[in-house]
């Protein structure tokens, strides 16, 4: 059985920074790719999980859409079985709720990861 637990969201102001941290319970962690999702408030059907970043299984390779390229690190922790997300300079936009995956290998597709959390919401206000 796989469990997925993500926090560190909450309500904070834009300019600021925030910290996700994903916490999983799985077999071989350091087998699968991790990666995090975000779905926004009235997200267009089919895109409703929307690619962050990703990082592979030894953390030597990291990938982050051009979105948010400056702005957020995808980090993680094999003997901890955690993956963390540094996002800084929020904006409004960024409101969502953040979702940690993992699979076999790097996807930017949600439905090619294995297992997935319910999420951790970042508000930002302006």
């Known amino acids: 059985q796989v469990t997925v637990v993500e926090s560190g969201g909450g309500l904070v102001q834009a300019g600021d920074s925030v910290r996700l941290t994903c916490v999983v319970s799985?077999?071989?962690?350091?087998?699968?790719?991790m990666a995090w999702f975000r779905q926004a408030p009235g997200q267009a059907p089919g895109k409703e999980h929307e690619?962050?970043?990703?990082?592979?299984?030894?953390?030597?390779?990291?990938y982050v859409a051009n979105s948010y390229k400056g702005r957020v690190t995808i980090s993680r922790d094999n003997a901890k079985m955690m993956v963390y997300l540094q996002m800084d300079s929020l904006k409004p936009d960024d409101t969502a709720v953040y979702s940690c995956?993992?699979?076999?290998?790097?996807?930017?597709?949600?439905?090619?990861?294995?297992?997935w959390g319910q999420g951790t919401q970042v508000i930002v206000s302006s």
């Open positions: 799985v077999s071989a962690f350091s087998n699968h790719a």
């Open positions: 690619f962050v970043a990703a990082i592979t299984r030894s953390g030597e390779n990291k």
């Open positions: 995956a993992g699979g076999p290998s790097y996807s930017t597709s949600w439905s090619s990861y294995d297992y």
